[in-house]
């Protein structure tokens, strides 16, 4: 499903003072001299379960616009808006959904707006929702991605709860998503019809892989344009950069092989696949990344070497992602490539 989203366009002046004057606005300038040094003109409407949109206005030059000389900037999760949750039920239609945000900005200010074909994306998150079954699940795969790298980006990882990996083109999040709705979400709901009772326990099993696309993204997707039109963005490029960004993370590829994991079954394929003495070699550093880590595993080891066993690795379809200690003996797998996400 498509979650938050972060859409633009050009204004005139007249759309621009509307919500100018209805808007939270701070300024930063220099007291002796009286030289503003920048404005943040920015609003948030409230929706059903106190999901909020963003709305903020300003001077065109931010994004080259020089013909009506005015941006509008709208963000904020549809789906939470309507329904105050995200993990399931989710739209795929960013057209549909980009339309009614913009109709919602529309009818707040009394405003037109252009039309949709005139609108630009700067952001959007997909996130898909499997279900585990239980916590216990959620929480061991979890926990066995505790020393997932991702090349130059900043692993953070929370113990049950997370792991999240934040960089300059995509923002990848892999998170227990009962916790997260409790810890962020749960407060919004103590009066109204919702029935929390049900949805808790709806989602006590659920995981979710969020992929938030950035900008930078966006623009190496489509040559280097200074704008992506909305109307040119479809689902199927959004989720090919999803698959793309976590099948890096997880250290998976696609080709015939069914994926191996476990020492026995990994020594298994590698017997089936490699000469003698290059299969117990291969099986010595898949053992020592269980035992020490990507990171340590590298560093006892020239580049060469290391780059050369970790291709042999992938080449023969071995899940090595999950670095848990050796004496650990259960840990639940999960492959988000072969389970279908949550409807």
Same mark, same amino acid.
């Given at each position: 499903?498509?979650?938050?989203?972060?859409?633009?366009?050009?204004?005139?002046?007249?759309?621009?003072?509307?919500?100018?004057?209805?808007?939270?606005?701070?300024?930063?300038?220099?007291?002796?001299?009286?030289?503003?040094?920048?404005?943040?003109?920015?609003?948030?409407?409230?929706?059903?379960?106190?999901?909020?949109?963003?709305?903020?206005?300003?001077?065109?030059?931010?994004?080259?616009?020089?013909?009506?000389?005015?941006?509008?900037?709208?963000?904020?999760?549809?789906?939470?808006?309507?329904?105050?949750?995200?993990?399931?039920?989710?739209? @795929? =239609? +960013?057209?549909?959904?980009?339309?009614?945000?913009? *109709?919602?900005?529309?009818? !707040? $200010?009394?405003?037109? /707006?252009?039309?949709?074909?005139?609108?630009?994306?700067?952001? @959007? =998150? +997909?996130?898909?929702?499997?279900?585990?079954?239980? *916590?216990?699940?959620?929480? !061991? $795969?979890?926990?066995? /991605?505790?020393?997932?790298?991702?090349?130059?980006?900043?692993?953070?990882?929370?113990?049950?709860?997370?792991?999240?990996?934040?960089?300059?083109?995509?923002?990848?999040?892999?998170?227990?998503?009962?916790?997260?709705?409790?810890?962020?979400?749960?407060?919004?709901?103590?009066?109204?019809?919702?029935?929390?009772?049900?949805?808790?326990?709806?989602?006590?099993?659920?995981?979710?892989?969020?992929?938030?696309?950035?900008?930078?993204?966006?623009?190496?997707?489509?040559?280097?344009?200074?704008?992506?039109?909305?109307?040119?963005?479809?689902?199927?490029?959004?989720?090919?950069?999803?698959?793309?960004?976590?099948?890096?993370?997880?250290?998976?590829?696609?080709?015939?092989?069914?994926?191996?994991?476990?020492?026995?079954?990994?020594?298994?394929?590698?017997?089936?696949?490699?000469?003698?003495?290059?299969?117990?070699?291969?099986?010595?550093?898949?053992?020592?990344?269980?035992?020490?880590?990507?990171?340590?595993?590298?560093?006892?080891?020239?580049?060469?070497?290391?780059?050369?066993?970790?291709?042999?690795?992938?080449?023969?379809?071995?899940?090595?992602?999950?670095?848990?200690?050796?004496?650990?003996?259960?840990?639940?797998?999960?492959?988000?490539?072969?389970?279908?996400?949550?409807?």
């Amino acid at each position: 499903m498509i979650d938050t989203i972060k859409i633009y366009c050009e204004i005139d002046k007249d759309t621009y003072l509307s919500i100018y004057n209805t808007s939270i606005i701070k300024t930063s300038y220099n007291k002796s001299s009286g030289e503003v040094f920048y404005e943040i003109i920015n609003d948030h409407l409230k929706g059903s379960y106190d999901s909020r949109l963003s709305v903020r206005v300003g001077c065109g030059c931010k994004y080259n616009f020089v013909n009506l000389g005015y941006y509008i900037e709208i963000e904020g999760s549809y789906h939470k808006i309507i329904y105050g949750y995200n993990s399931h039920n989710g739209y @795929c =239609d +960013l057209d549909f959904i980009a339309q009614n945000l913009i *109709q919602m900005v529309e009818l !707040s $200010y009394n405003i037109k /707006l252009p039309i949709l074909s005139e609108w630009f994306l700067q952001r @959007c =998150d +997909l996130a898909i929702c499997y279900d585990l079954d239980n *916590q216990n699940n959620v929480k !061991s $795969y979890i926990n066995s /991605l505790s020393r997932c790298q991702y090349p130059r980006r900043n692993a953070k990882f929370y113990y049950d709860e997370s792991l999240y990996l934040s960089g300059t083109t995509t923002t990848l999040k892999i998170y227990n998503k009962l916790l997260e709705f409790k810890k962020h979400d749960i407060k919004k709901f103590t009066i109204g019809q919702f029935d929390l009772e049900n949805y808790l326990k709806t989602i006590q099993g659920f995981i979710r892989f969020e992929c938030e696309i950035k900008k930078k993204k966006l623009k190496d997707m489509f040559d280097n344009k200074k704008h992506i039109k909305i109307i040119e963005v479809n689902y199927d490029i959004l989720k090919k950069v999803w698959c793309d960004e976590f099948m890096k993370l997880l250290k998976f590829i696609k080709n015939d092989l069914e994926i191996v994991r476990g020492r026995e079954a990994v020594k298994k394929r590698l017997n089936d696949i490699y000469k003698p003495s290059k299969a117990n070699l291969l099986y010595n550093f898949y053992c020592a990344i269980q035992l020490n880590g990507l990171i340590d595993t590298k560093e006892n080891m020239t580049n060469p070497t290391y780059y050369r066993n970790i291709k042999a690795l992938k080449e023969a379809k071995i899940d090595f992602s999950q670095s848990y200690k050796v004496e650990e003996k259960e840990v639940f797998y999960f492959n988000p490539f072969e389970f279908k996400e949550v409807a």
